[in-house]
Each structure stands twice: as C-alpha cells, then as structure tokens.
C-alpha cells in the first residue's frame, strides 16, 4: 500500500516563505503526475500547482510567480516553495501523486498565514 507523508506547514507572517514536501512510501510503482491541492473550511479542494512527469508545471492564478512546485524522481517526492505568502494562502495543503494510474492524496498539512 502506498502512503504519502506530507511536512513542512505551520504559521508564518505575511511576506514570509514555507517549503512543504511530500514523500510516498509503500509499494511504489511508476509516478506520474503529481501536484498539490488546497482547501479552507467550507469550500472545495482546489488545485494550485502540478508538475507532470517532463517536469512541465502548471499554476493557479493567484499562486503564479510566488509558488515553485518541483520533483524529485529518485525519492518519490513533490515539494512546494510558497513565497511571498499571503493570508488568502491560509488552507490546509494536500499532495497528490498519479501512481500506477491511481491517484493518492496525503493526509494534509496547515498553513496558516497571519500577523
């Protein structure tokens, strides 16, 4: 069974940064897309970045040019370098990787972005 483990939220001012990273463990097969998704109470998950298996990247919007997502193959990971951090970026953050043509989602980390 494949698991994702997510890290690095927490609380950070306004203008501030946070690097989140997510690592899949188990029974790894072939990756391909993998992305993050955010979410705020009572309200849908919504994507905010994704990177596919070229490394070719896609972004929302309201992150463009202050969010980086990237990969690392050989560990199995997606990170997430949110710069520039603004209160509406407060929501909890969910990985997601397509993994044997599955797609599997971590548990979620908070961030929260506040004075």
């Known amino acids: 069974q494949v698991q994702l483990v997510e890290s690095g939220g927490g609380l950070v001012q306004p203008g501030g940064s946070l690097r989140l990273s997510c690592v899949a463990s188990?029974?790894?097969?072939?990756?391909?897309?993998m992305g993050w998704y955010r979410q705020t109470p009572g309200s849908q998950r919504d994507w905010a970045a994704l990177?596919?298996?070229?490394?070719?990247?896609k972004y929302k919007d309201s992150v463009k040019d202050r969010f980086t997502i990237s990969r690392d193959n050989a560990k199995n990971a997606v990170y997430l370098q949110m710069n520039s951090l603004k209160s509406e970026d407060t929501a909890t953050y969910f990985c997601?990787?397509?993994?044997?043509?599955?797609?599997?989602w971590g548990q979620g980390t908070q961030v929260t972005v506040s004075s």
């Open positions: 990177i596919g298996t070229t490394g070719s990247t």
């Open positions: 188990g029974n790894v097969g072939s990756i391909t897309s």
């Open positions: 997601f990787m397509v993994i044997d043509r599955t797609s599997v």
